[in-house]
C-alpha cells in the first residue's frame, strides 16, 4: 500500500513537499513516479526516480522548480515542489512498479501498478 500526504493551500511561490511510504514492502527495488490530475485535465506524469536514485526525470512543466529524491531508511519517497504557481494545482499520486535492480524511469502511467491515494495541491492566492 502506498500512502501519499504533504498537499495543501499554498500561494504563488510557495513550496510544498509531498511524501510517498510504503507500508508491508519495500520502495527500495520499486520505481517511484509522481503523477497529477487537474481538474478537467487528463492525469500527467510529473516526476520519476529509479531504484537507488540513479536516475530521475520530470515534466517539462516542473522541470527546475520540483525535486524528487528517495530515503531508503525510511521507506518513503519525496517531491519538493518550489515555486508553485496555479497551473500546479491538481490531486497529486505517487505509484510504483517493481524494476527489481534495472535502473528504469518512465513518466508514462502505464508501468505503474501500486497507486497512493492522492493528495491535494492547491496553489492560489
Known amino acids: 500500500q502506498l500512502v501519499d500526504s504533504g498537499g495543501g493551500l499554498v500561494q ?3 513550496s510544498l513537499r509531498l511524501s510517498c511510504a510504503a507500508s508491508g514492502f519495500t520502495l527500495n527495488y ?3 513516479g509522481w503523477f497529477r490530475q487537474a481538474p478537467g485535465k487528463e492525469r500527467e ?6 531504484v537507488a536514485g540513479g536516475r530521475t526525470d520530470y515534466a517539462v512543466a516542473v522541470k527546475g522548480r520540483f525535486t ?3 530515503d531508503s531508511a525510511k ?14 494545482t491538481g490531486v497529486y499520486y505517487c ?8 535502473v528504469q524511469i ?3 502511467a502505464a508501468p505503474y501498478d501500486y497507486w497512493g491515494q492522492g493528495t491535494q495541491v492547491t496553489v492560489s492566492s
Open 30 to 32: 520499486y520505481t517511484i
Open 68 to 70: 524528487i529524491s528517495r
Open 45 to 50: 506524469g510529473v516526476s520519476c526516480i529509479s
Open 12 to 14: 504563488p511561490g510557495g
Open 95 to 102: 505509484a510504483a512498479f517493481h524494476s527489481g535492480t534495472v
Open 106 to 108: 518512465t513518466l508514462d
Open 75 to 88: 521507506n518513503t519517497v519525496y517531491l519538493q515542489m518550489n515555486s508553485l504557481k496555479p497551473e500546479d
